[in-house]
């Protein structure tokens, strides 16, 4: 609700836009945990366990964010009232598949697996053109971290700070790369599916949207096939050399974070 004489923004109060209390936590415990990974604090595999976690959830709110605001500009004003402004990830469709699984994935799997969605009222969206440029915003904020985790990976390490840090930010680079390429993937109901959606005719749209509820399965179906899995990591993997993100690194880090093994 808002306050009385509260300043709105395009009609909505600016309250509607403040960071929530969570998302700030969030942050301070990525910041802080860093820290006591780069000095090697405490248990060094539990700083880095905490480091990765809580960037991959403040990684997560941005992701959510980045379509939000994409779709409150083009015209969804409605969005910021269901709170998905304000980086809460307790306010997305499903936190189940948001937060709790993805996070399951990353510790099991090592892979950055994008979660569910912010609800977009495509009604509200005028043209094709914006209602993909929503859709990718999600995906784009993934490759924005990802070329920054690696740019301070290539540009830090050797300049301070333990190895299990670097070890960290070279798996979250990974986890950014591996979510960037499964969300561009063209797969109903992520978003490289839902980019390309707009554009379809109406038969196609309508059986785009019979399958996007299965999008998770239909993706995790894909991925189990042997051959199509290995043309994913195959090229995941090639993008990484090509980023100079050495495996060293994530595998490292992927170790770390599995501290109750150590």
Sequence with gaps: MSRPGEPLVLGVPRGAFRPSPIFLALVALFVTSGVMAWQRFGN????????????????????????????????????????YLTLNPF??????????????????????????????????IPGRLRDSLVSLAGPATNVLFTLLLVAALRIG?????????????????????????????????????????????????????????????????????PRIGGWFFGAVFWVADLLGLRPGFYSVGLELIRFWQG
């Excluded at 912010?118 to 009604?123: A, I, K, S």
């Design 44 to 83: 060094v595999r539990f700083d880095v366990f905490l480091f990765v976690i809580s960037g991959w959830l403040v990684s997560l709110c941005l992701h959510e964010y980045a379509h939000a605001v994409v779709a409150f500009r083009a015209g969804d004003r409605d969005i910021a009232h269901r709170g």
């Design 91 to 124: 306010k997305y469709t499903h936190p189940l598949l948001s937060i709790v699984f993805p996070v399951i994935v990353v510790l099991l799997g090592g892979i950055g697996l994008p979660g569910g969605a912010v609800w977009v009222d495509q009604r509200a």
């Design 157 to 225: 390490f050797g300049g301070g700070g333990s190895l299990e840090f670097w070890a960290g930010v070279g798996l979250l680079a990974f986890l950014q790369l591996t979510a960037s390429v499964l969300n561009l993937l063209p797969v109903p109901g992520l978003d490289g599916g839902n980019m390309i959606q707009p554009w379809l005719n109406p038969q196609w749209r309508r059986m785009y949207d019979l399958f996007a509820p299965y999008g998770f399965i239909l993706l995790f179906a894909l991925l189990w096939n």
